[in-house]
């Protein structure tokens, strides 16, 4: 069994900062491209930023120099630092994750989810 468990969000002013950060545990074999999307209520859910195996990234025009993916293979997590915030950055962000459990196939995984507010 896989867990994905996001942390980090709360509510913020616009203009701050917040970092989400999501562990994977569980019986992994190898883990390939992980991303952060996220859902505003009555909105579809949309791909914020995403990072492969090798590190390069790719993110949402509406979040480009403002936010960050990274992570750290050794530690099996993936971070989403977010400066300047806006009140439309508001919504809940889930983690994903591309594994491979130990026994069976590749597979796609998601956290629960963690609530981002913005406003004043």
């Known amino acids: 069994q896989v867990q994905l468990v996001e942390s980090g969000g709360g509510l913020v002013q616009p203009g701050g900062s917040l970092r989400l950060s999501c562990a994977v545990s569980?019986?992994?074999?190898?883990?390939?491209?992980m991303a952060w999307y996220r859902q505003a209520p009555g909105k579809q859910r949309e791909l914020v930023a995403g990072?492969?195996?090798?590190?390069?990234?790719n993110y949402a025009d509406s979040v480009k120099g403002r936010f960050t993916i990274s992570r750290d293979n050794a530690k099996n997590t993936v971070h989403l630092q977010m400066n300047s915030l806006k009140p439309e950055d508001t919504a809940v962000y889930y983690c994903?994750?591309?594994?491979?459990?130990?026994?069976?196939?590749?597979?796609?995984?998601w956290g629960q989810g963690t609530q981002v507010t913005v406003s004043s």
């Open positions: 990072v492969a195996t090798g590190g390069s990234t």
């Open positions: 994903n994750a591309y594994i491979i459990v130990i026994g069976q196939p590749q597979n796609n995984y």
């Open positions: 569980g019986r992994i074999f190898n883990i390939y491209a």
